[in-house]
């Protein structure tokens, strides 16, 4: 899960929808969190840093308590290359919008900086991005700026819980940022929810397997509304 949520906005401490940890790494996560105490103030409440190499983005610490969770940075980087290809194969370069996944907006960046990639996120130390952030709670899916009302051809959303509540209001949020025609959408939750993606955005899994740097107890997957081909292992075939 790639964004947070505090418990008295989205669902309660008790809530089976909440994603969950292993419990090996739910031992492991607090020595994590212990040796990441130092990266919050050294990239100045928010910032993103990249190592001298350039391959590595170094995010805020993630906070297990309020459900914020990273993807690793391999799921990181395919789902960006993925948002290259599509970017590439188009005449004109297109808007992104980035539903409540700060990970993929840093790797996005990274790899495009003049990309014009719009970030919905409900942690108010992403505004370091400035004019690319918007705060989202998805519990008011159409309080967004009129502006943006039809004006993006790649979404990329990941919601902040696996219930279908959840889905069904960032499934709004979709509808009013897409543009009219072709839009590529790429949806990245639990495998839980596979007939429901279908159902409200017409999604079918891919093959490949999002993972978190905290290596949650829940399977995710990847759907998208538009056939990859060959990339993220193409769509799963249906039995």
Known sequence: MDDVRDVNTGADAGDDDT?????????????????QNGLLDANKDGATDVTEDKKEVALVTEDWRLSQFWYDRETAETVAREVNALYTSMDSPPSVACIACPTLYVYLKKLHPDLRVQLLEYDNRFKQYGSEFTFYDYNQPLELPSSM???????????????????????????FLKQPGE?????????VQHERANELLGLRPCEFRPQHSSKLGNEFRLFTNYDPGLRLGGWEQEQ
Do not use: Q, W
């Open 149 to 175: 009302k039809h004006s993006f051809r790649i979404i990329i959303a990941d919601p902040p819980y696996l219930s279908k509540e959840c889905l069904e209001k960032v499934s709004e949020t979709i509808g």
């Open 183 to 191: 839009s590529y959408l790429l949806l990245l939750t639990g495998a």
């Open 19 to 35: 994603p969950m940890l292993s419990s090996h790494t739910l031992a492991a996560l607090k020595e994590f969190l212990s040796e």
